[in-house]
């Protein structure tokens, strides 16, 4: 999302629930956004929130209890000084927390410099927490790929492969067995971090899988809440291939893992031929499980080399 989409207005009525708090100045300027150098140079959405010890241009500015006693010691031409470097650097908005008052040079220089102003009862932590959070998901790169993307054991996994090959099909029939749906079709990617990509699903088609020859089925009206997920965490691509392109191209054992790179993030993936008469839900589900206890560190395939070694050191390897 584009910085100048993010207005301190946008921002407060977002966070509103979650942090319950109240406009105290700088009303008359609610489109003021986030500035477009800032979330250019920055490295994450750390370095856009933070406390007074740490001032920076263009970032929201959170005043605690420390904060408050800072900006309200000493004599009035003191307190207007400390006041005015904060203003001078244009933050989108400054927010004070910890259930403290506003001091009212504080907010009448917000009223002058035209920079929201918000308090809240909520522990200046928490706000950093919060708003950090939200604008990590704003300000996250993000692509669009193909696939079905789904929750299978707890894990996030996209089922990939050409068109035809049955990715919807073979998704219902894992929604079927207890696994839950978060996109079909088209997923929306973000890079939430830097080891962590959140797949979630475009508004548009949201809770909806097309499958051949029956059409859209709305699985959270069919197979009830439990269907669908909201979002999740990708950490494994299953891609479908068919079988003469599986014995042309790829190793039947691979001596390494799989991955595939997105958004410049590898992510690990294994390879399924699809042929008559194969339960592909039950290969996926397999390969689900070896996943998660390759992400342990147990590595069947290394196990069995080492097996191997020491079959044939021994004597004991098959001819």
Not at 130 to 157: E, K, N, P, Y
């Amino acid at each position: 999302m584009k910085p100048s989409s993010i207005s301190a207005e946008l921002l407060f009525e977002k966070l509103r629930d979650d942090l319950r708090w109240e406009w105290n100045a700088g009303q008359g300027h609610p489109e003021r956004r986030f500035h477009e150098a800032a979330v250019r140079d920055a490295q994450g959405a750390a370095d856009l929130v933070g406390y007074l010890n740490y001032i920076h241009p263009y970032r929201v500015q959170i005043v605690g209890h420390r904060e408050v006693a800072y900006l309200t010691a000493d004599t009035l031409e003191t307190q207007d000084r400390r006041i005015s470097r904060i203003v001078t650097l244009e933050p989108p908005v400054i927010i004070v927390a910890d259930g403290q008052k506003p001091p009212p040079r504080l907010a009448a220089m917000c009223d002058r410099a035209e920079i929201p102003l918000f308090s809240t009862m909520s522990s200046a932590g928490h706000v950093i927490d919060v708003v950090r959070a939200h604008l990590a998901q704003l300000f996250a790169r993000r692509t669009t790929r193909h696939g079905v993307f789904m929750d299978i054991l707890g894990v996030g996994v996209l089922l990939t492969g050409e068109s035809g090959l049955g990715k919807s099909e073979l998704g219902l029939e894992l929604i079927s067995r207890g696994h839950g749906l978060v996109a079909d079709d088209a997923v929306d990617f973000y890079r939430i971090s830097q080891t962590a990509i959140e797949g979630r699903c475009p508004e548009l088609l949201m809770n909806l899988l097309e499958v051949r020859g029956i059409g859209l089925l709305d699985i959270r009206a069919i197979f009830g809440e439990t269907a669908v997920r909201r979002k999740m965490r990708l950490k494994l691509i299953v891609h479908l291939v068919r079988r003469e392109t599986l014995e042309r191209d790829f190793e039947r054992l691979p001596y390494e893992p799989l991955y595939e790179e997105i958004m410049g993030m590898p992510v690990r993936k294994v390879i399924i031929a699809v042929d008559a008469g194969r339960n592909l839900a039950v290969l996926v589900e397999a390969a689900v499980r070896n996943t998660i206890l390759q992400l342990r560190g147990i590595d069947t395939y290394a196990e069995f080399v080492a097996r191997h070694q020491r079959a044939i050191e021994s004597g004991e390897a098959p001819e």
